[in-house]
């Protein structure tokens, strides 16, 4: 199994990045999937999340509006697409794959965003 996360990097305040998330090893349709970050010296955080289909999803209140999630099925991808970028969005980024049903629970090795001038 592996997540990989992509696009990660620096950029000034109110720029924008889209990180991307790629699978393989399971069967990548069955999972819901979500973004968590971890900012030094801060809790983690989940970020965002998307169902297995891509019918839904769901924010946390400091992203909402500025960040999209998205999935590929075909392309076994996961997208977050993230404008309007804030210093405090500063973190390193982790995707995750989980499935109660599949009994899987992964994580990528998480890559670094930094939000400054």
């Known amino acids: 199994v592996h997540l990989v996360e992509s696009g990660g990097g620096l950029v000034q305040p109110g720029g924008s990045l889209r990180l991307s998330c790629a699978a393989s090893?399971?069967?990548?349709?069955?999972?819901?999937l979500g973004w968590e970050r971890q900012a030094p010296g801060k809790e983690r955080e989940l970020v965002a999340g998307?169902?297995?289909?891509?019918?839904?999803?769901s924010y946390s209140p400091s992203v909402k509006g500025r960040f999209t999630i998205s999935r590929d099925n075909v392309k076994r991808t996961m997208y977050l697409q993230m404008n309007s970028l804030k210093p405090e969005d500063t973190a390193v980024y982790f995707c995750?794959?989980?499935?109660?049903?599949?009994?899987?629970?992964?994580w990528g090795q998480g890559i670094q965003v930094t939000v400054s001038s």
């Open positions: 998307i169902t297995p289909s891509g019918d839904s999803t």
């Open positions: 995750n794959a989980v499935s109660a049903y599949e009994d899987g629970d992964y």
């Open positions: 090893g399971f069967n990548f349709s069955r999972y819901a």
